[in-house]
């Protein structure tokens, strides 16, 4: 069911890097993509697929990870994403590309989840130092990084306190919480 596949959809940190994620997983997940809500039916969104591990090095190393999680680095070696999917925006076809990279990113992240896979979408992204790593041309403007791989870690969804606080955070056994409002605070009328 959807809803089982919401919420099997965490933002995961954490991964089994030696689970090998395939190419051909990687374009199973970009084709659901091709049947998504695009503004104006444009399209303008290309990906770049990496599954091999120096290239995933590559990327790893100009991305960010949980920055409400100040004292952690990103995972570790070992814990690391076993593929990306990085979403572009070509803007030879236009120059603002709206909602469609979050639509596509949702899209993908609940594609993998069905698979039994898991992943995070990173905004926080050195693209410059990218771009050049990757060799990508100037006219794709990099929207997303999507990191994925099989979970290696346990996310638990709480309500928020009466406090506000919605901060994700970690416990001593490294189960990952994210605090989510209540339907009631999120429906205005």
Not at 89 to 95: A, E, L, M, S
Not at 123 to 134: D, I
Not at 161 to 186: A, C, F, M, N, T
Request: net charge negative.
């Amino acid at each position: 069911m959807l809803i089982d596949l919401v919420r099997n959809n965490r933002s995961y940190r954490r991964f089994h890097q030696e689970v090998s994620i395939v190419i051909e997983t990687l374009k199973e997940l970009v084709e659901l993509t091709r049947y998504c809500a695009s503004a104006a039916n444009l399209q303008p969104l290309k990906y770049v697929l990496s599954c091999e591990p120096q290239r995933n090095a590559a990327i790893f190393e100009h991305v960010s990870w949980a920055g409400y999680l100040k004292e952690w680095p990103g995972p570790s070696e070992g814990e690391r994403p076993a593929a990306y999917i990085i979403v572009l925006g070509d803007t030879t076809v236009v120059k603002s590309f709206g909602c469609d990279h979050g639509i596509v990113g949702q899209t993908i992240l609940l594609g993998a989840a069905e698979k039994g896979l898991g992943g995070c979408m990173i905004g926080s992204v050195r693209r410059k130092e990218l771009r050049e790593a990757l060799t990508i041309p100037v006219h794709l403007d990099i929207l997303l990084v999507i990191a994925l791989g099989k979970p290696k870690e346990r996310v638990v969804i709480e309500t928020v306190e009466p406090d506000g606080d919605i901060k994700y955070w970690r416990d001593d056994q490294g189960v990952h919480h994210v605090p989510k409002r209540s339907l009631d605070e999120i429906i205005v009328g």
